[in-house]
């Protein structure tokens, strides 16, 4: 949950097949001369080379912020000053605060989106859009493990369905990071459309899938009282491992996506599945059932979970199964108390 490995053979894959897939040239009868006349004078249009743009595809999440800062910083063209983020969304804000964003015209904007443009080249383009998917190959949402995001062609080969990719840097004030393989983060439309939309993440502030090592929290669940005929009620919680300022960012990261709230409408549901298992075969019973089923198989211990409770237990894992994360959570959860009531 939360973590994809970087792959610099699938960004390259990406890059080459954009290469293909786009009408895009740099050279001199082709894409710059197809940029609107009234869009030709920007410094945006001076800036993006072949070589400029090239890096954009493949390169990670903090060298993307430098590529993002340089552009920037060369629209801005005030001697001896730095394109900062945080200046520039407040200038957006209140025009009176740094002025001297106003060299960031509506003009330069529509240039970088001209080359950056996400809807002509990915949305609108299936084969593309399907051929990132596949290259992504994530079975489930990178943010909340909960739905599958499979892609899958008919009979025919023909699309029907993908993930949607997210935006992690928002398209609303990093334009230029629109078309970014290490941008693009396969998600359910829950987590993407609803949940995040368009409000806006940072490294400072929030855990990145392709940064970060391990979610840096685990679910567990208490207790929420008994109804008239005394049967317990539970709910979930998400207890933070990570520590300094990772925590922070776990917290945020956890607040921003609304996992325990959204877990919480599984407590009736797959929570209450591994309770009611555990209340009705008292004792070590995972274990025990495990190594019976281990004696009488040629099965590994991942292939009994999976069977068993449909999931992976091996963090690098846990996006090729829906709930894999929560369920090995409270799996040990469970575990643990069983073993320390003995």
Same mark, same amino acid.
């Given at each position: 949950?939360?973590?994809?490995?970087?792959?610099s053979?699938?960004?390259? +894959?990406?890059?080459?097949?954009?290469?293909?897939?786009?009408?895009?040239?740099?050279?001199?009868?082709?894409?710059?001369?197809n940029?609107?006349?009234?869009?030709?004078? /920007?410094?945006?249009?001076?800036?993006?080379?072949?070589?400029?743009?090239?890096?954009?595809?493949?390169?990670?999440?903090?060298?993307?912020?430098?590529?993002?800062?340089?552009?920037?910083?060369?629209?801005?063209?005030?001697?001896?000053?730095?394109?900062?983020?945080?200046?520039?969304?407040?200038?957006?804000?209140?025009?009176?605060?740094?002025?001297?964003?106003?060299?960031?015209?509506?003009?330069?904007?529509?240039?970088?989106?001209?080359?950056?443009?996400?809807?002509?080249?990915?949305?609108?383009?299936?084969?593309?859009?399907?051929?990132?998917?596949?290259?992504?190959?994530?079975?489930?949402?990178?943010? +909340?493990?909960?739905?599958?995001?499979?892609?899958?062609?008919?009979?025919?080969?023909?699309?029907?369905?993908?993930?949607?990719f997210?935006?992690?840097?928002?398209?609303?004030?990093?334009?230029?990071?629109?078309?970014?393989f290490?941008n693009?983060?396969?998600? +359910?439309?829950?987590?993407?459309?609803?949940?995040?939309?368009?409000?806006?993440?940072?490294?400072?502030?929030?855990?990145h899938?392709?940064?970060?090592?391990?979610?840096?929290?685990?679910? /567990?669940?208490?207790?929420?009282?008994?109804d008239?005929?005394?049967?317990?009620?539970?709910?979930?919680?998400?207890?933070? /491992?990570?520590?300094?300022?990772?925590?922070?960012?776990?917290?945020?990261?956890?607040?921003?996506?609304?996992?325990?709230?959204?877990?919480?409408?599984?407590?009736?549901?797959?929570?209450?599945?591994?309770?009611?298992?555990?209340?009705?075969?008292?004792?070590?019973?995972?274990?025990?059932?495990?190594?019976?089923?281990?004696?009488? /198989?040629?099965?590994?211990?991942?292939?009994?979970?999976?069977?068993?409770f449909?999931?992976?237990?091996?963090?690098?894992?846990?996006?090729?199964?829906?709930?894999?994360?929560?369920?090995?959570?409270?799996?040990?959860?469970?575990?643990?108390?069983?073993?320390?009531?003995?």
């Open positions: 949950m939360w973590i994809l490995k970087p792959d053979l699938k960004a390259q +894959c990406y890059a080459k097949e954009f290469w293909k897939q786009t009408s895009y040239s740099f050279d001199k009868t082709s894409h710059k001369k940029v609107p006349k009234q869009l030709r004078h /920007t410094r945006a249009f001076a800036y993006l080379t072949y070589s400029e743009f090239n890096k954009y595809l493949i390169a990670m999440p903090h060298e993307l912020l430098d590529l993002h800062s340089r552009l920037f910083t060369y629209i801005l063209n005030v001697e001896n000053k730095e394109f900062i983020q945080e200046e520039w969304e407040e200038y957006l804000l209140d025009n009176n605060s740094h002025p001297e964003y106003a060299a960031i015209t509506s003009d330069e904007i529509q240039t970088i989106k001209h080359f950056f443009n996400y809807d002509y080249q990915i949305s609108d383009n299936s084969e593309f859009s399907y051929y990132i998917a596949e290259l992504l190959n994530t079975n489930t949402c990178t943010y +909340c493990n909960r739905q599958y995001t499979l892609t899958i062609r008919n009979a025919k080969n023909e699309p029907l369905i993908r993930p949607e997210d935006h992690w840097f928002a398209q609303t004030h990093y334009p230029d990071l629109a078309l970014s290490y693009l983060i396969p998600s +359910c439309s829950f987590c993407n459309s609803i949940i995040k939309n368009k409000k806006e993440m940072s490294l400072a502030k929030h855990i899938p392709y940064i970060d090592k391990e979610a840096g929290f685990e679910f /567990t669940y208490h207790c929420i009282g008994s008239k005929a005394g049967k317990e009620h539970y709910g979930v919680e998400c207890n933070v /491992t990570a520590t300094g300022l990772d925590k922070d960012r776990v917290e945020n990261t956890l607040e921003f996506f609304r996992i325990k709230e959204v877990y919480n409408a599984h407590a009736e549901l797959e929570l209450k599945d591994l309770i009611d298992l555990a209340i009705a075969n008292p004792g070590n019973y995972i274990d025990e059932l495990v190594s019976h089923v281990l004696e009488n /198989t040629q099965l590994s211990k991942e292939d009994i979970f999976r069977i068993l449909g999931i992976e237990i091996l963090p690098d894992r846990y996006l090729n199964r829906p709930f894999s994360k929560f369920k090995m959570d409270i799996i040990n959860k469970i575990h643990d108390i069983l073993m320390n009531n003995r």
